[in-house]
């Protein structure tokens, strides 16, 4: 192995266990969004229909695919702080697998290449 390509392999060696030590601070994880709502109701004398008008909520809603199917859950404030947290971490894990990935990619590259170049020609 080349030097240049010994110390490029081990600069991408030293990024990834980097990444792998930042996996190790992700919380806990979700999938799905958040969203705050305000809804009007049918009454007609209720404030909601007032001028101008003063909508029920706010309502907070975790939506997300489980099994190929979307569920929608109530929450509280609490529980949608919480939510949008897990969901935080969800998107920074996924960032970082995706770096790992490309650092990867480059380091199993240069192993292919020098093992390719270090075979004997027939």
């Known amino acids: 192995m080349a030097r240049s390509t010994a110390e490029r392999l081990a ?21 799905g969004s958040i969203t705050h709502r305000h809804t ?29 199917k979307t569920v929608t859950r109530r929450l509280t404030q609490d529980e949608a702080r919480l939510y949008q947290e897990w969901i935080a971490n969800d998107r920074q894990l996924r960032a970082v697998i995706s770096k790992m990935r490309q650092v990867a990619a480059k380091a199993t590259d240069l192993i292919v290449k020098d093992t390719a170049a270090s075979q004997p020609k027939v």
């Open 40 to 68: 009007r109701c049918a009454s007609p004398g209720c404030r909601c229909n007032a001028d101008p008008p003063q909508p029920h909520g706010p309502y907070y809603q975790w939506t997300a695919k489980v099994n190929g």
């Open 11 to 31: 600069a991408y060696q030293t990024r990834y266990a980097t990444l792998v030590g930042e996996l190790a601070d992700v919380g806990y994880i979700a999938a």
